[in-house]
């Protein structure tokens, strides 16, 4: 009987593979340093309160992030975005970062990109308003058009590939860059700034979604502090957001881009977390520009539609808390001013072309403040 030969073992030579890069450290820790000093420098966003009749008991409150040292919103996101990606590693020095983008976030990505001292680049739609581009380019990033908006993604990735750039992917990746847990969060900035009012705790916080990164911030934030305050996303027209929440079906896409910069997509995007909202409601974008024209009127100033229509819906909201005898505040945001859309949303030539008639929403709203009731 042959006995086999016990197979000799084999043996691996050690390997040892060095990647560190100390001259790419100090680049990285000088870049993150950058990036840091710039929330230093930037006191926190007002809270304005909105005049409504004091008989209501209801008050409306609005989170003005157009005061950012770029000018809207996206500023706080595109600020974790660096940070992100910075410490993971995708940012490297003269390489260029791409994104796919309505606008604001571009413009706020070009600020950062300028800050650390790395090439930017924006993909947007062709349509995208002449201030915002302007102002990409005021930061020395380049615009990259689109004709169609649903192809920015795909141009995005392209770019990068050719570059050897990031592609940054703030729809994927806005909800998980923030901090939704606290680290003076936009959530936890509203319900710090909300102490001292006599409904300190909102009934509702109302707002929309571009990547649904700030709704999955609030929405987590609430929950993580154990309060009662619903979420409510405001959906404008020719979006998937809505109806996919609605239907509870994530693949559910529209044929058409919305006209709302900054809101809406034809997709649902990786950071919409729709279990996360207790409400939505689909707004007419008619009613979204009459409501940025009734708050030029309370406020003194303009602001982008997307305030709009987040805008509505908390006018809806009111009118239901006052006509149910319901006491409590709610707030929504101002997500960038008005000066960006000065030949889209404040130009009656655009309405006109876009066959969008603020007319009869305007006598809603009038009623409204009149009344109470949002009919």
Not at 164 to 182: I, P, V
Not at 250 to 269: K, N
Request: charge should be negative.
């Amino acid at each position: 009987m042959t006995v086999p030969t016990p197979a000799t073992p084999q043996v691996h030579a050690e390997e040892d593979v060095d990647r560190y890069d100390a001259g790419y450290r100090i680049w990285l820790a000088e870049a993150l340093a950058k990036v840091q000093a710039d929330a230093n420098r930037s006191s926190d966003t007002h809270l304005l309160a909105v005049p409504l009749p004091e008989q209501w008991g209801v008050d409306l409150y609005l989170k003005d992030e157009s005061t950012h040292p770029t000018g809207s919103l996206k500023h706080r996101l595109a600020r974790s975005l660096f940070l992100h990606a910075l410490c993971n590693g995708w940012i490297r020095p003269g390489k260029p970062v791409i994104e796919a983008s309505s606008g604001s976030t571009a413009i706020s990505e070009a600020y950062f990109a300028r800050l650390i001292g790395v090439p930017f680049i924006a993909v947007m739609a062709r349509s995208t308003s002449l201030q915002k581009v302007q102002l990409i380019e005021f930061y020395g990033g380049q615009c990259h058009f689109v004709e169609n908006p649903n192809e920015v993604y795909e141009a995005a990735a392209a770019l990068a590939q050719q570059t050897g750039g990031h592609y940054m992917d703030q729809f994927t990746y806005a909800e998980r860059a923030t901090d939704w847990r606290g680290n003076n969060n936009i959530a936890e900035s509203i319900f710090d700034q909300m102490s001292q009012e006599r409904h300190p705790e909102p009934a509702w916080i109302v707002a929309t979604a571009g990547t649904g990164g700030t709704s999955a911030t609030l929405a987590r934030y609430i929950r993580y502090t154990g309060r009662v305050t619903g979420i409510c996303v405001a959906d404008p027209e020719n979006s998937a957001f809505f109806p996919a929440w609605r239907e509870q079906d994530a693949s559910v896409t529209t044929a058409t881009g919305s006209r709302i910069e900054g809101i809406g997509r034809q997709r649902v995007e990786a950071s919409f977390i729709g279990s996360a909202i207790d409400r939505m409601m689909r707004v007419p974008d008619a009613a979204a520009m009459a409501s940025i024209r009734l708050l030029a009127e309370l406020l003194g100033r303009r602001t982008g539609a997307s305030t709009g229509t987040g805008l509505w819906s908390a006018f809806r909201i009111i009118s239901e808390m006052i006509n149910t005898g319901q006491q409590g505040s709610v707030v929504s945001l101002i997500c960038d001013p008005g000066d960006r859309y000065l030949d889209k949303y404040y130009s009656d030539q655009w309405l006109a072309e876009n066959k969008i008639d603020v007319g009869p929403y305007y006598s809603r709203l009038e009623t409204f403040m009149n009344t109470g009731t949002l009919s």
